[in-house]
């Protein structure tokens, strides 16, 4: 019903106290003025101006009106000052959730790029597998998620139709062994020949990779070991305990001296996203993150394939 320019002309009308100085301060007409005035009592049902002559005098109603615009106007003006900052990246704030083997290579490469670049925009993460960041950004619970999915498995079961997708990279997927495994010499390994190996596990969804390409290479892996901790998983191999999948990311990030990685044959891989929402997009903030993981991401798929 109250309008902030409707509020402009009763706090201008109390300060000069006529309709005609009113309008000279703000920069109307002395009928947009008059007009002004009479719309706002239209949609409040009451008076707020009493006339008198040349001169005007605000009634009991306009008085509280101009009383409280100060305050209102102020607010007004502090929330337009920050927008303003906000978009032009000298506020702001990103809620980025990335998976956990992205948390030590891509993300703190961005983090850094974004907080180098605009000092005054600040960014917070937590850790989430793709089905929880995906859930979080779809309930406005953070702004970026860093998701992947794998060759033949989708990136979750939700419809990704209201989300803008970013790819980032394809991170290879290599096997590890422990060094005196007999395959630990050959170039590259056919699942095939690991089907009489204990295998380590990692994440729910790398599982659910492991098995799709067991079943593709004929046998079901006897599953011994079941972590998401991929340093647990690299030392578990060392040990020699059990053979494991290993993407790039991971290699990179906790690298293991006793332990022998390889290609697999057929290759497997899996992408690398950055998903947000197509309104988030034009947050200048969120472009900038994005556009820094992007940049980070490029960084890491010029590095060499890990041994």
Not at 99 to 109: E, I, M, Q, Y
Not at 113 to 122: A, D, E, G, I, S
Not at 130 to 150: H, M
Not at 243 to 256: G, K, T, Y
Request: overall charge negative.
């Amino acid at each position: 019903m109250i309008d902030a320019a409707g509020l402009r002309v009763i706090r201008a009308i109390a300060d000069e106290g006529s309709f005609t100085a009113a309008a000279s301060a703000l920069g109307y007409s002395q009928p947009a003025i008059s007009q002004m005035v009479r719309r706002l009592e239209e949609r409040l049902g009451t008076p707020l101006v009493e006339r008198m002559g040349r001169n005007v005098r605000l009634t009991e109603a306009g008085e509280v009106l101009a009383r409280h615009a100060g305050a209102v106007l102020g607010a007004i003006s502090a929330a337009e000052s920050e927008v303003a900052a906000i978009a032009g990246l000298q506020a702001g704030r990103v809620r980025l959730m990335a998976f956990p083997s992205s948390s030590s290579t891509l993300v703190p490469k961005a983090l850094a790029l974004v907080k180098k670049r605009f000092p005054q925009v600040h960014v917070t993460f937590a850790e989430g597998e793709p089905p929880q960041s995906l859930a979080a950004l779809r309930a406005g619970e953070c702004d970026v998620a860093v998701a992947f999915t794998y060759d033949g498995l989708q990136i979750s079961t939700d419809n990704l139709d209201d989300f803008k997708v970013r790819e980032l990279l394809l991170d290879h997927v290599r096997v590890a062994l422990p060094l005196d495994h007999p395959m630990a010499k050959q170039d590259s390994v056919n699942l095939a020949e690991l089907s009489s190996d204990p295998w380590i596990a990692g994440c729910p969804r790398c599982r659910g990779h492991l098995l799709s390409l067991a079943d593709q290479a004929g046998f079901r892996p006897d599953v011994a070991f079941e972590t998401e901790d991929y340093v647990a998983v690299l030392g578990l191999v060392a040990e020699g305990l059990g053979v494991s999948l290993v993407p790039d990311l991971i290699l990179r990030s906790a690298p293991n001296a006793r332990v022998k990685v390889l290609p697999i044959d057929p290759p497997s891989h899996r992408t690398v996203y950055a998903v947000t929402t197509p309104d988030l997009t034009r947050v200048p903030a969120v472009a900038a993150t994005i556009e820094a993981l992007v940049e980070a991401a490029s960084d890491a798929s010029c590095v060499g394939a890990p041994h």
